[in-house]
């Protein structure tokens, strides 16, 4: 997560489309999105110090190669497969009905978050709004 102070010196980005999340609280927190026929990770600014979400939310734009795209890609694949229901590109991944809490349980115990790569330390692009977000094409 990031706060407000991550945002100096970036710009707005526009047509920034969100492919999928692996992270939600009231809307996506992070995930992979395409900006500019490139794929990025994303990661949502906090902005007030109470978790309060209402209004728009910011993300901050980060830089990854393709191979870790492509390593996110299996992962989020795996996890509709076997979770369901993280998918906002179309045509979506095959999925499965939402899994029961246990069945996830056990998909984060192979898989844990902390694991991953951390890209919020990698250089940022930019940040987008979620309400600059279009439905992807
Ligand atoms: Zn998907």
Redesign the pocket.
């Known amino acids: 997560m990031h706060t407000a102070r991550d945002l100096v010196g970036l710009s707005e980005l526009t047509a920034v489309y969100i ?2 999340f692996d992270d939600w609280y009231d809307g996506p927190r992070s995930g992979l999105a395409r900006y500019q026929d490139r794929e990025f990770w994303f990661a949502a600014v906090e902005l007030a110090a109470d978790d309060d979400w209402r209004g728009p939310r910011r993300h901050i734009l980060h830089v990854i190669d393709e191979d870790e795209a492509a390593a996110e ?1 299996r992962e ?2 795996s996890f ?1 497969a076997e979770v369901g229901g ?4 179309e045509p ?2 095959p ?1 499965r009905p939402l899994a029961t809490v246990e069945e996830m349980r056990r998909w984060y115990e192979r898989h844990p978050p902390e694991s991953g790569p951390d890209y919020l330390s990698r250089p940022a692009v930019g940040w987008f709004g979620d309400e600059s977000c279009s439905d992807d094409p």
Do not use: D
Not at 86 to 89: E, F, M, N, V
């Open positions: 492919l999928w890609w989020h694949r509709v993280a998918c906002l590109h979506r991944c999925e």
